[in-house]
């Protein structure tokens, strides 16, 4: 079989024996994968690593079950699934311990990959394979992001990330009106086509904290998914108002910024919650949630699997809408 692996920042590409699963295992033939940021900072070097060793990128997969091992109860041959991104977190708190695709065990850039029956979750008829790829890591977030919205509430999502495009389409269904960042004029329509109630360039302008408050008459959003972090933190809390939002502390894609006064912190009454994915559980209720209220998952483009080294350029250009898919025949 093929696979990638990433060597020194660089994506190799090596055939390796398909793997046999073990008992509890099931054998994945992956049908679609997906890039997400963290796979850019771990070729990168950039990201908290635990295993060494060339590894197999990528967190996000789709496929069908090829072969099942011994005591699997869960699926069967045929079988269409996707991944949850924690492959030992099911249910409940955090476990102490957890060992991320790619940067701690293998990931799913391969055309087959056998791991335990737990760690997956059956994908719907309703969801191609290019689909559900794009959701273990970024739908899951969002959604996690996202827990308690009530409709009529104000959702501010920032920039236009896979992260970000998801909590917009969910917030949508859940009856939120969305207040949206980007960059670019081009960007923004994308946004209000696909239903940014406001859209603010922040480019264009920088306070735009203030700028939320303005739109919503002064008291601000109820819901910040922060995919910004030192870069987008400050406005992030001004966006808050006084009125004891809460702030999903998700990401740090924009790289630097003023620091966070404790006082500004404190006046706004805001809670930081942070953010870690979300367990198999989250999954499979992000799943249900769209089998009633379905979002389509804005893909970008879609690449072979051979062509992984020009998929991450693609998303590495951050001129992509949407997220970057790579599929095996
Ligand atoms: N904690 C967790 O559980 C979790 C889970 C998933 C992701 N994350 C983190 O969340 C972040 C987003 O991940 P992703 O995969 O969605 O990223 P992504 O797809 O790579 O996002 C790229 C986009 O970020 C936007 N951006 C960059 N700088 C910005 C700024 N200063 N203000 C607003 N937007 C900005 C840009 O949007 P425009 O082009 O529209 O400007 C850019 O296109 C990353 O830091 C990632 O590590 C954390």
Same mark, same amino acid.
């Given at each position: ?142 959604? +996690?992001?996202?827990? &308690? ?5 104000? *959702?501010?999502?920032? $920039? #236009?990330?896979?992260? /970000? @495009?998801? =909590? ?47 739109? +919503?008459?002064?008291? &601000? ?5 922060? *995919?910004?972090?030192? $870069? #987008?933190?400050?406005? /992030? @809390?001004? =966006? ?58 804005? *893909? ?10 020009? =998929? ?18």
């Amino acid at each position: 079989m093929r696979v990638h692996r990433a060597e020194s920042g660089r994506l190799v590409r090596r055939e390796e024996p398909v793997p046999e699963p073990q008992r509890g295992e099931v054998l994945v033939r992956v049908r679609a994968t997906s890039l997400n940021y963290r796979d850019l900072l771990i070729l990168d070097g950039d990201h908290f690593t635990n295993a060494s060793g060339a590894l197999i990128p990528l967190s996000d997969a789709a496929g069908e079950v090829a072969a099942v091992g011994e005591g699997v109860t869960r699926f069967a041959t045929g079988d269409r699934v996707l991944n949850a991104f924690h492959s030992n977190w099911i249910a409940g708190r955090l476990p102490d311990a957890l060992v991320g695709y790619g940067n701690g065990r293998d990931g799913w850039l391969a055309e087959y990959r056998a791991v335990s029956e737990h760690a997956l979750v059956a994908l719907p008829d309703s969801l191609t394979y290019e689909q559900g790829a794009t959701l273990p890591c970024a739908a899951v977030t969002a959604w +996690t992001s996202l827990a &308690g919205v009530r409709p009529g509430d104000v *959702v501010l999502t920032l $920039g #236009t990330g896979g992260v /970000s @495009l998801f =909590a917009l389409q969910l917030a949508k269904t859940l009856g939120a009106r969305v207040v949206a960042t980007t960059s670019s004029p081009e960007k923004a329509a994308k946004l209000t086509e696909l239903g940014a109630d406001t859209v603010i360039d922040y480019r264009a302008t920088p306070e735009w904290g203030k700028a939320v408050l303005d739109t +919503t008459g002064g008291r &601000g959003a109820d819901r910040i998914v922060e *995919v910004g972090g030192p $870069g #987008t933190f400050a406005q /992030s @809390l001004v =966006a808050a108002g006084t009125h004891h939002a809460e702030i999903a502390l998700v990401g740090f894609v924009g790289a630097e910024g003023p620091p966070v006064e404790f006082m500004d912190l404190f006046r706004s009454g805001a809670t930081v919650r942070k953010i870690w994915v979300g367990s198999r559980e989250d999954t499979e209720d992000l799943l249900r949630q769209l089998a009633v209220r379905p979002i389509e998952p804005v *893909v970008d483009s879609v690449f072979a699997f051979d062509d992984a080294p020009a =998929a991450l350029e693609r998303f590495r250009s951050r001129e992509n809408f949407g997220k970057v898919v790579l599929t095996s025949a």
